[in-house]
Nanobody
């Protein structure tokens, strides 16, 4: 599977960005699609993920501000990020998990929140 992420960039505090990640290739049997992030000197951690059935799961720091969604026809996962804060600055990575348990990561996309 290939994962291509789009949508990172520079935004002011309080602003919004929308990330998308499109899967191609072996897309059958993808269970969970999601986003993780890693800031300098920090471990990579969950932002949000969503099951094939559409059940979302959010990291505590983004609840109420970020919304994850998924288009199973386009094999694409989206992350709408609102009310962005400087602490949201990180490289954001797309991840897919198959029903077999296999996981794949996309290339990262930089999100910078700064005035």
């Amino acid at each position: 599977v290939q994962l291509q992420a789009f949508g990172g960039g520079l935004v002011q505090p309080g602003g919004s960005l929308r990330l998308s990640c499109a899967a191609s290739g072996s897309v059958f049997s993808i269970d969970v699609m999601g986003w993780y992030r890693q800031a300098p000197d920090n471990q990579r951690g969950l932002v949000a993920d969503i099951s094939e059935a559409g059940t979302p799961n959010y990291g505590d720091s983004v609840k109420g501000r970020f919304t994850i969604s998924r288009d199973n026809i386009k094999d694409t996962v989206y992350l709408q990020m609102n009310d962005l804060k400087p602490e949201d600055t990180a490289v954001y990575y797309c991840k897919v998990t198959y029903y077999t348990g296999d996981t794949y990561w996309g290339q990262g996309t930089q999100v910078t929140v700064s005035s």
